[in-house]
């Protein structure tokens, strides 16, 4: 059998200051339980990690977190277009290359659906739609 650990014992933890496995020190106990460690190299106190397991999970954390990003992206194009949509004033208007668009008018695509007219160039203009800008051609001058 293993000897039991206690406070004061040295115990390899993952550290959140030097992000590596480490020897550490245990300062406080709940029972069996690790819940505080003192890390010996950067002297940090911190909740007890397992290594191996933390490693996993902190990797299916970081998994989450840029799925939550990209799904927050998307987000913001919609809540850009809604407020577009909610703002804007006048008729939706076919698009039709031939015509010379303003900011702010709405556009309805026959492919895209209905999109707000964020800015115009020469001969195109920037055009959001629900799901990302696109630059279409327009008669702008
Ligand atoms: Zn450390």
Same mark, same amino acid.
């Given at each position: 059998?293993?000897?039991?650990?206690?406070?004061?014992?040295?115990?390899?933890?993952?550290?959140?200051?030097?992000?590596?496995?480490?020897?550490?020190?245990?300062?406080?106990? =709940?029972? $069996?339980?690790?819940?505080?460690?003192?890390?010996?190299?950067?002297?940090?106190?911190?909740?007890? +990690?397992?290594?191996?397991?933390?490693?996993?999970?902190?990797?299916?954390?970081?998994?989450?977190?840029?799925?939550?990003?990209?799904?927050?992206?998307?987000?913001?194009?919609?809540?850009?277009?809604?407020?577009?949509?909610?703002?804007?004033?006048? #008729?939706?208007? #076919?698009?039709?290359?031939?015509?010379?668009?303003?900011?702010?008018?709405? =556009?309805?695509?026959?492919?895209?659906?209905?999109?707000?007219?964020?800015?115009?160039?020469?001969?195109?203009?920037?055009?959001?739609?629900? $799901?990302?800008? +696109?630059?279409?051609?327009?008669?702008?001058?």
């Amino acid at each position: 059998m293993d000897k039991k650990l206690s406070a004061g014992d040295d115990v390899d933890s993952y550290c959140t200051r030097c992000r590596l496995d480490l020897g550490h020190i245990i300062i406080a106990m =709940i029972g $069996d339980k690790i819940v505080k460690v003192k890390c010996k190299t950067c002297g940090s106190t911190h909740t007890f +990690r397992s290594t191996g397991v933390s490693r996993i999970s902190s990797t299916v954390r970081r998994t989450g977190a840029s799925e939550r990003k990209a799904t927050s992206m998307v987000a913001t194009i919609e809540a850009v277009w809604q407020a577009g949509i909610a703002e804007a004033r006048g #008729p939706e208007v #076919p698009y039709n290359m031939g015509i010379a668009f303003k900011v702010g008018d709405i =556009i309805g695509h026959s492919v895209f659906g209905k999109g707000i007219v964020q800015r115009t160039e020469f001969r195109k203009c920037l055009v959001i739609f629900r $799901d990302k800008e +696109r630059m279409l051609v327009s008669s702008n001058t």
